[in-house]
């Protein structure tokens, strides 16, 4: 895959958090944080908070299965709120940190943004966990308000919630936004 590496600062952390991702042109709509839960970062984020023996508890669940299973389209996505945040540094917005099974290791950083109005695992998985939905890339065509969606808008579009980068054609804006960043 070709995009580009985000670092996310951690809420009283020095650790900067690297996420990658193919979509620099929705950093404006991550609303929340994923990590792999091998990511070496989780231990040091669930240490010592109240979250910490349910994190674990999900961490040897999830190890017990392939990453066919973990990954497999059509099979509900399962994660655990760390308790951490990461601060989105586009906004400066405090989102929160899971660990997921749909995350892996061996895919860029093992640490993704979540963008649920344009990527369909993070759409998914955001109504399940009833996280926020923010649309960042307005479809060419329907409803832009994204409560009365079934899926996720993955494809083109104009941005819109970005800031100085409204209005341009999505395909624009991910150029941009990453030169910018």
């Not at 404006?28 to 944080?33: E, K, P």
């Not at 970062?41 to 066919?68: H, N, T």
Request: hydrophobic share 40%.
């Amino acid at each position: 895959s070709e995009g580009v590496e985000i670092r996310f600062a951690i809420e009283g952390s020095k650790e900067p958090l690297p996420v990658f991702t193919t979509r620099p042109d929705t950093i404006f709509g991550a609303t929340y944080v994923v990590l792999a839960p091998e990511h070496p970062l989780v231990e040091k984020l669930i240490r010592g908070r109240p979250e910490e023996g349910q994190v674990r508890r999900f961490i040897e669940r999830v190890s017990r299965e392939s990453k066919e299973e973990r990954t497999a389209e059509g099979i509900k996505k399962a994660g655990i709120f760390t308790g951490a945040r990461a601060v989105n540094p586009v906004n400066g917005e405090a989102v929160p940190v899971w660990v997921a099974d749909y995350v892996l290791m061996e895919y860029g950083t093992g640490a993704i943004m979540a963008v649920p109005a344009h990527d369909q695992r993070d759409f998914f998985f955001a109504r399940e966990h009833k996280l926020p939905v923010r649309v960042v890339i307005q479809p060419p065509k329907g409803n832009a308000d994204p409560a009365g969606w079934k899926e996720a808008h993955e494809g083109e579009g104009t941005q819109v919630n970005s800031a100085q980068f409204d209005g341009l054609p999505s395909a624009e804006g991910k150029r941009k936004i990453a030169a910018w960043m």
